[in-house]
């Protein structure tokens, strides 16, 4: 048996009951062979071990009171995976379906793909089963605050570095700064994707989405094409979703549909992202109410009808394992040659290899998403600078930093004969890294 397909059947043992975790393992490690197969040095070191068990998880019991006076609790969780490259960073999860293992799972492909950014920042990931959705603001605040006053203690400016993620987005992050602030009684760093009156930087909001469309637009380019005129799907209608749509459209394609938890919109004619805006960032409504309001879109209920739109492009940006091997094999089938992942892991094992088949250039999420996190480092580095770039300086950062992982997992798959294959490009170009600070540092 191979080291790898020991360390993959050794985590099965351990972590029994976290199937994502597992899923990510098997997508990451099963693509680092051929890194492991030159590098015999890493066996006796136990580096793969090392690389997925996290030097520290934190998980504690968050109670608040709701505004008819009940009393709930929720778990929460910080996964500190991985810190050989700089302080732990990544995202909040408030989500009903948050557990350990999709906290696991988030944890590990964030040290990758922070890697992948070139900047000086390791791997982590937080948050909770906690529901936003039907909350008041002021129940929002209560949860942020109880979360905070266990979350304080574990993190920091150079220790760890929380931000959004589903269900964490400019509101949650004020009301989890100000209690931070409230109780370290330090204005520092410690959150990204913060408001611009209290230390944000400018495009972190439309990072990640914008990153997204940014790389797939280096990828069109690289094959002698370009955005326009294409047809595009965008799956979600978060904070990744709308600023891919925006992004897209503004460089020349038409966006057709959208989808929330509920159900998909298809507008003909191309989405009105403003209206998507008002509806989502806004009112908090549902995407059905996008069809009420524009008269060429149609709302039908349930998400998975929108794999079977005809488009050009697909790129999934609400959550993990939305695209499974029949909606691969749906969107092959009607013509789709490029996938990029907004979100993380939203393909499946098996829709992966439908995809890689096909010929279909597949952008995978820890290079095609990794522009929230490479903005949020630019915040880190303009709030210890005490400085603020404009919009235009910060954009310009992170198309090149688009540009530069693209080009990177694309030499890297070619290093070892993989040419195309952007999932093992991404994780040999990331791992690399990580692995070389990981031997430089002893086995700690
Ligand atoms: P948001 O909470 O802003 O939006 C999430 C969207 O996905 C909503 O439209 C939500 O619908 C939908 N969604 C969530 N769960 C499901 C589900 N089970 N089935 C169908 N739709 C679902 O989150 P973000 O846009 O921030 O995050 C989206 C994805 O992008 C996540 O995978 C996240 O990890 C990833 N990501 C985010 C980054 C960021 O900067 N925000 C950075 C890198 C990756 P509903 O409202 O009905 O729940």
């Known amino acids: 048996m191979s080291y790898v397909e020991r360390v993959l059947q050794e985590l099965k043992a351990k972590n029994p009951g976290e199937p994502e975790f597992y899923q990510a393992a098997t997508e990451i490690l099963g693509s680092l062979k051929p890194v492991i197969e030159r590098h015999p040095e890493y066996e006796q070191a136990a580096l793969l071990e090392r690389f997925v068990e996290p030097e520290r998880v934190v998980m504690f019991r968050v109670p608040w009171v709701d505004d008819g006076g009940h009393v709930h609790v929720n778990k929460g969780y910080r996964v500190q995976f991985n810190s050989a490259i700089g302080p732990y960073k990544g995202g909040l999860r408030f989500h009903p379906s948050v557990n350990l293992s999709i906290i696991k799972f988030l944890g590990l492909e964030q040290i990758l793909k922070n890697s992948l950014t070139g900047l000086p920042i390791g791997g982590g990931k937080g948050g909770s089963d906690f529901d936003p959705k039907g909350k008041s603001d002021n129940e929002i605040m209560k949860f942020c605050q109880s979360f905070m006053t266990e979350l304080f203690r574990h993190i920091g400016q150079?220790?760890?570095?929380?931000?959004?993620?589903?269900?964490?987005?400019?509101?949650e992050i004020g009301f989890l700064f100000g209690q931070y602030k409230r109780l370290k009684n330090e204005h520092v760093g410690v959150l990204t994707g913060r408001g611009l009156s209290y230390g944000g930087s400018l495009v972190r909001k439309e990072a990640t989405g914008y990153g997204l469309v940014y790389m797939a637009e280096e990828a069109l380019k690289c094959r002698g094409d370009s955005l326009k005129g294409k047809t595009v799907v965008v799956s979600g209608s978060g904070n990744v979703a709308i600023y891919a749509v925006e992004k897209a459209q503004a460089l020349g394609a038409k966006v057709v549909a959208m989808y929330d938890s509920n159900g998909y919109i298809y507008d003909k004619k191309g989405i009105d992202v403003a209206v998507v805006k008002q509806i989502k960032e806004v009112e908090r409504g549902r995407i059905r109410e996008y069809a009420e309001r524009v008269k060429s879109a149609e709302y039908h209920e349930g998400c998975r009808g929108i794999w079977t739109i005809p488009?050009?492009?697909?790129?999934p940006c609400a959550t993990q394992n939305e695209i499974d091997e029949e909606s691969a094999k749906?969107?092959?089938?009607?013509?789709?040659?490029?996938?990029?992942e907004g979100a993380n892991m939203p393909t499946t094992l098996e829709g992966i290899a439908v995809f890689q088949r096909?010929?279909?250039?597949?952008?995978?999420?820890?290079?095609?998403?990794?522009?929230?996190?490479?903005?949020?480092?630019?915040?880190?580095?303009?709030?210890?600078?005490?400085?603020?770039?404009?919009?235009?300086?910060v954009d310009k950062k992170l198309k090149d930093i688009m540009v530069n992982i693209y080009h990177n997992m694309d030499d890297a798959a070619k290093a070892y004969g993989m040419?195309?294959?952007?999932?093992?490009?991404?994780?040999?170009?990331?791992?690399?890294?990580?692995?070389?600070?990981?031997m430089a540092q002893g086995i700690v």
Do not use: H
């Open 158 to 171: 150079d220790t760890d570095v929380p931000a959004g993620d589903i269900g964490v987005g400019g509101r």
């Open 311 to 315: 488009c050009d492009i697909a790129l």
């Open 330 to 340: 749906k969107l092959v089938a009607n013509g789709v040659k490029y996938v990029g």
């Open 358 to 393: 096909a010929g279909v250039v597949f952008l995978p999420a820890k290079a095609a998403n990794a522009g929230g996190v490479a903005t949020s480092a630019l915040e880190m580095a303009q709030s210890s600078g005490r400085m603020f770039w404009t919009f235009e300086e």
């Open 419 to 438: 040419a195309g294959d952007y999932v093992a490009g991404a994780n040999i170009a990331g791992f690399l890294k990580v692995a070389d600070a990981m």
